[in-house]
């Protein structure tokens, strides 16, 4: 059976059968992307410099308030106008909201200040102290009392605030340690060199360029030579587009709008900053369902409902855990939103589909794209009544040129987006949700395209409708002859054949291309070039402000590839895109959690979502979008799973063996094992690449059957360490830094994770190898780590970069000495696993000595009628679960592992709820280092947890 699918997953993809499915609708001309060429104020040595040029503000007027104070600040000479126009006079207001937290807003004196405190913090009482002069103009710095350590100094720089353009910039000390800035695809450790844009592109997943999330929060770690170190944030909220300059000695702030609103964190560890972003700033990421920790399957290209079918078939006969399907933009009809295609998808199979489905034990999850099609009002078979509805209610963004809607294109046509600011968008949005869900049961929302992308510049589609259905201005994948030959690095060496194979069908296309007169791919020529524009007294200029950011589209102007900055929403302000583009992907994650509580009342909303704002966690999932099936696209993935574990959106993961391009079964056997540590577990890719459901190959088959077991085993711990996440914000997968903040070794690590306190993972990330490096922290201090498959301790010495074996299908994971995990065995399903027997897997540390945590729930409902909570731990030859709640658990407690015992003990007594027990039956064997207690089940019967246990050695 294997061998078969082997050569069919080994086939290079069929150059001569994708010319046959070009979409027979007029195309749109490249050009309608074009905008006027820019040049970004980073790489423009004639932008002028506001430091240079602006005069700053002078503080007067000091007002002591409950918690800190107020001030009118003025500007202090002629205006500079250095891209916008100067605001003359402000306002500071220094507010000490917590212990931890200091607020420092400055904004246009006519506003007032929103603010949330504890109420009780003052200077006398805070963390932090603010410290300010006049001279040469108002300049601030941030430090802690008790050190007197300055963590943020605007000294010698000066503050710049016009209405698109504010600058603020702090000294840093040598070579810092920052982290995060998300969304980026970049090492962990931001380095010294590096501008981050923040304005959402759908634009995959490009190093260093600005992508899909906007999280203008960082983190620094300061070693402070070997003594303990210490750690604050900074979160600056604010959507506009904007960019953080860092450089050697200084970090530069640059918004082009909004006002300063800045939060300083006092730490002092990683995982306390941490704690007060999400906890006290952003709010804490939302509880997820049991279930969502499942396997996760996903394509572009599943063509039917058979398909989709044989899919599911396909990990069962592999013996391999599925445990949801997810359709991409194949299943709609011509693309357009809540449609099911009548051909490929209709709604009666889907619903027999689905019952089939759901009957064991499965789930499904759709995408939802951003855009709304426009239908061509010409021709009445052409009718969409989401539109009409949407348009009935006005919830639909507009076009300021004629008031009408602003009609963008995406994958259906001309395209409309909902407006999430009125009410009547929500309404509109939960309507759909709700009446689609009628026809196709499904289990989640996936949105897609929520930058928002839009594929031409401005409102094109205005006075073009009748032009519907028009396809996009470039060539899809699949298209004809768009077939992607790309194959992972090494893939010339591992399948030789397949290779040359595959750079000459590669050449053909590229020669029958030259041959025609087709539109390649996705080149767009712009109509003119200029530096930037010139601030206009009193005016703003929304499409082409004076700052120019460094958008990575071709030509860097913010036309491209989105809704207009000048789209105006249906709110009494008016409000443009300008301010809301950033936060467009936020608002429509957040309406379809509130739909999906319409769908599903009571229970806890699964969204997965692309574009994504400070504090989206509340709300949405997140997956990485549109990576590769390269190797680096791999190794990033690990830094950007910790930015989102920072931001609060722990519910993250990638597109496993990559999305765009083919993959192969060594890159997909790799991938598929170090996803399988983080929350968000999904494989998928893009149409018109082979296959890669992860039983396309024997060995990546088996080697998914090795980890998913793991997983599956796993799921308690999982899901406890989401409680603990959306209760007190404990991270989900966690840097070696985080854990081991003392050690300045490991600050760049991000080729190993932790997942939670208790595993460390140490993935293979490169082709070709068969062992892999990797640290070991604390060891100096006496830290053990047992190796998860046999639970002996790792010989390894403090500081060592220790090579581990790393065969092909052979993931190393360590547990740390200290810890205990509750495990059940690994079902077929999540609902499966949550009924077979529990254990624990106790791992000693080097005084005989672990704990952990349990928490139990019903798995779905966002109000739950009883829960559980067991505290482990284990010292003194004893170990002890005490158990409070009432939610129940069926399954007995089997068995207990403990790594770390020499001898077999010569008797053992078990209390169960206080009541003794007769141990006969019980088994103790020990061997290697390890004590395996086995035959716990009898006492248990009425389920595991329902009493407290005390498990006594001698
Ligand atoms: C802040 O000001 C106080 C006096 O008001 C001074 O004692 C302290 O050294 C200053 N701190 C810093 C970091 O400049
Ligand atoms: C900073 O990065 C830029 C762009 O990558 C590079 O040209 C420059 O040489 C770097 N500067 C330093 C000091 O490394
Ligand atoms: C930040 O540092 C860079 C590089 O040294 C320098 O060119 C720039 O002027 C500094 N910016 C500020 C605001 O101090
Ligand atoms: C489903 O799609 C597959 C692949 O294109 C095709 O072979 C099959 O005939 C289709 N089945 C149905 C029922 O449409
Ligand atoms: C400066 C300011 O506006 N402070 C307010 C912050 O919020 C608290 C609680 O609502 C108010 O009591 C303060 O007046």
């Known amino acids: 059976m294997f061998n078969s699918l082997l050569l069919a997953a080994c086939a290079v993809a069929s150059f001569a059968e994708a010319q046959s499915t070009f979409r027979a609708i007029p195309t749109l001309s490249a050009s309608v992307d074009a905008a006027p060429s820019l040049v970004p104020a980073i790489l423009d040595p004639t932008a002028p410099n506001a430091q240079d040029v602006c005069p700053g503000y002078k503080a007067s007027g000091v007002v002591q308030t409950s918690q800190g104070f107020t001030a009118d600040l003025t500007l202090a000479g002629a205006p500079c106008n250095a891209y916008g126009n100067d605001i003359v006079d402000l306002t500071l207001a220094v507010e000490y909201q917590a212990k931890q937290r200091l607020s420092v807003k400055i904004f246009p004196k006519h506003l007032v200040a929103s603010n949330y405190t504890n109420g009780s913090t003052t200077a006398a009482t805070s963390d932090l102290k603010f410290n300010w002069t006049n001279t040469p103009s108002f300049q601030f710095q941030v430090s802690r009392v008790a050190s007197g350590e ?30 995060g800035l998300a969304e980026n695809i970049h090492q962990f450790r931001l380095g010294n060199n590096l501008t981050r844009t923040f304005w959402a592109a759908d634009s995959g997943n490009p190093i260093d360029g600005n992508l899909y999330g906007t999280h203008p929060m960082y983190l620094e770690t300061r070693y402070n030579n070997g003594s303990a170190s210490s750690s604050h944030g900074v979160y600056a909220r604010n959507a506009h587009g904007q960019e953080w300059l860092l450089r050697s000695d200084n970090v530069t702030y640059r918004t082009i709008g909004g006002s300063y609103d800045l939060y300083f964190l006092s730490g002092p560890t990683p995982k306390e900053v941490i704690r007060q972003y999400q906890g006290g700033v952003v709010g804490l990421p939302q509880m997820q369902m049991y279930w969502t920790f499942g396997f996760h399957q996903c394509r572009w290209g599943y063509e039917n409902w058979t398909v989709l079918q044989e899919i599911v078939d396909g990990y069962a006969n592999a013996g391999i855990q599925l445990e949801t399907i997810w359709t991409d933009i194949d299943y709609m009809d011509q693309y357009r939103d809540f449609t099911n295609g009548a051909m490929n998808f209709p709604v009666p199979a889907g619903q027999a589909f689905l019952a089939e489905l759901y009957a064991a034990g499965q789930h499904y999850v ?49 395209s409309v987006w909902t407006d999430f600011l009125v009410p009547q968008g929500q309404q509109f949005w939960t309507e759909e949700l709700v009446k689609w869900y009628g026809d196709i049961p499904y289990d989640g929302i996936w949105i897609d395209l929520s930058e928002a992308s839009s594929f031409c510049v401005g409102s094109c589609g205005t006075g073009h409708l009748q032009e519907n259905p028009v396809h996009p201005p470039f060539r899809l994948p699949g298209d004809f002859n768009n077939v992607d030959f790309n194959y992972p690095e090494a893939f010339n060496i591992t399948n030789a054949t397949e290779a040359a194979s595959a750079v000459a069908a590669s050449s053909s296309q590229v020669a029958a291309n030259s041959a025609t007169a087709l ?55 008016n409000t443009t895109e300008y301010e809301m583009h950033n936060l467009f992907g936020h608002q429509i994650a957040n309406a379809t959690y509130h739909a999906l509580l319409s769908v599903f009342p009571g229970r806890r909303p699964f969204v997965i979502s692309r574009s994504n704002f400070a504090g989206s966690g509340n709300i949405t999932g997140h997956w990485g979008g549109d990576n590769t099936s390269k190797w680096g696209s791999m190794y990033f993935s690990i830094a950007q799973a910790l930015q989102f574990m920072m931001a609060g959106i722990p519910m993250f993961g990638v597109d496993t063996c990559g999305f765009a391009g083919n993959t192969d079964a060594e890159l997909c056997n790799r991938w598929m094992q170090l996803s399988a540590f983080f929350p968000f577990y999904r494989n998928h890719n893009v149409f018109a690449s082979i296959p890669q459901e992860a039983y396309r190959w024997s060995s990546v088959a088996a080697a998914t059957r090795t980890v998913m077991n793991i997983r599956y085993s796993l799921l308690p711990y999982m899901y406890t360490l989401f409680y603990e ?23 760049n690590v991000d080729n190993q994770f932790m997942l939670g306190p208790s595993l460390l993972i140490t993935p293979v990330l490169e082709p070709l190898v ?94 739950q ?60 064997v020990q061997g290697g280092g390890v004590l395996y207690v086995t035959g716990l089940e009898t006492f248990t019967t009425a389920g595991a947890w329902e009493g407290d246990i005390e498990m006594q050695f001698s």
């Open 150 to 179: 300055v963590i943020f100094s605007t000294y010698g720089k000066v503050i710049v605030f016009e209405d698109q353009f504010l600058e603020m910039a702090t000294s840093m000390v040598p070579n810092y340690n920052i982290y």
């Open 366 to 414: 759709p995408i939802v794209d951003s855009n709304i099609y426009a239908p061509n009002p010409t021709n009445g078979s052409d009718s969409y009544e989401p539109f009409q509805r949407g348009a009935a209610l006005s919830a639909f963004i507009r076009n300021p040129d004629d008031g009408d809607f602003y009609y963008g294109d995406n994958w259906p046509g001309y």
């Open 519 to 573: 539109p390649a791919a996705t080149t767009t020529s712009s109509s003119a070039t200029f530096m930037r524009t010139k601030p206009t007294p009193g005016v703003r200029n929304l499409d082409f402000p004076p700052y120019v950011i460094n958008n990575l589209f071709e030509g860097h102007s913010l036309l491209k590839n989105t809704i207009a900055p000048n789209a105006t929403h249906n709110d009494a302000l």
């Open 725 to 747: 996440a959306h209760t007190s914000a404990e991270t989900v997968m966690r840097a070696l830094a985080w854990e081991f903040p003392n050690d300045a070794q490991l600050l």
């Open 770 to 863: 068969t062992s892999v490096k990797g640290v070991f922290p604390g060891v100096a201090d006496g830290v053990v780590w047992y190796d998860w498959y046999t639970l002996q301790p790792l010989q390894v010495a403090a500081g060592e970069n220790k090579t581990l074996d790393a065969p092909l299908g052979h993931i190393n994971v360590h547990v740390k000495g200290g810890s205990i995990l509750p495990l059940q065995a690994p079902g077929n399903t999540t609902a499966t696993s949550r009924n077979n027997p529990w254990s624990l897997l106790v791992a000693l540390d080097n005084k005989g000595q672990a704990a952990g945590s349990l928490y139990l729930d019903d798995g779905v409902s966002l109000v």
């Open 865 to 924: 009628n009883a829960t559980k909570n067991v505290q482990l731990s284990y010292a003194n030859n004893k170990l002890t679960a005490s158990v409070t709640g009432s939610y129940h658990s069926a399954p007995a407690l089997a068995n207990v592992t403990i790594a770390g015992v020499s001898a077999l003990p010569a008797a053992m007594t078990l209390t169960v709820a206080g009541q003794p027990c007769e141990t006969g039956v019980i088994q103790l």
